[in-house]
């Protein structure tokens, strides 16, 4: 396979993706690693409340609900599970390209998701045939 272009890959998942530009929530909000609570799905949504995680992927952030914000953060956190709920069925695959992207994940201890799905531009920068 082809290195991937990183820089190819990050221009076109914000033209194809553009939530991941989001900076209060999303990957760019949270390190890059797996949910704090689950440990299955990537980290989403910063957290601070009494659960004490930093971190979570959607599923658990709405299963957790208010519990995951402190008060004062409590409309953000709503704000932020509403965002989430409006994600493409395949964010999780999104945001770990999103991390290689940035050089945050490494390809070789990530494994890549299946390049299918998403747009030409993305696929091409993963080396798979538009
Ligand atoms: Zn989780
Ligand atoms: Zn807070």
Do not use: K, N, Y
């Not at 076109?12 to 390190?31: F, I, Y």
């Amino acid at each position: 396979m082809e290195p991937i272009d990183r820089h190819a890959l990050r221009r076109a998942l914000l033209d194809s993706q553009p939530w991941l530009a989001a900076t209060d929530a999303g990957p760019r909000a949270v390190s890059a690693g797996l949910c704090d609570r689950c440990d299955e799905e990537p980290r989403l949504l910063p957290t601070c409340g009494p659960a004490a995680f930093q971190a979570l992927c959607r599923r658990c952030a709405e299963e957790v609900g208010d519990e995951g914000w402190c008060e004062g953060h409590r409309a953000q956190g709503r704000a932020a599970r509403q965002w989430a709920a409006r994600l493409p069925d395949r964010w999780a695959d999104a945001v770990v390209l999103w991390w290689v992207s940035t050089g945050e994940l490494r390809v070789d201890t990530v494994g890549l998701p299946d390049p299918e799905g998403f747009s030409p531009g993305v696929r091409v920068a993963l080396g798979a045939s538009a």
